[in-house]
């Protein structure tokens, strides 16, 4: 019976190893964690454009509050 079970474990692990690789496998994943990468890249640059454009209002108001 145990025989049995390796048998059954094994062949679940090639099919799940086949599917794993015909969705895309690691070069998928390499291509979305780029993607990642780029929206982090895009989102910390936009965000560093609102901080100086607050800071940049912020002074200005100080400026007309004197």
Do not use: W
């Amino acid at each position: 019976m145990t025989v049995v079970n390796f048998i059954i474990a094994v062949i679940a692990l090639i099919v799940a190893v086949l599917a794993y690789q015909r969705v895309g496998g690691v070069n998928d994943l390499k291509e979305q964690v780029k993607a990642l990468q780029s929206l982090k890249e895009k989102g910390a640059d936009l965000m560093e454009k609102l901080e100086k454009k607050l800071r940049k209002d912020e002074s200005e108001e100080k400026q007309e509050d004197e």
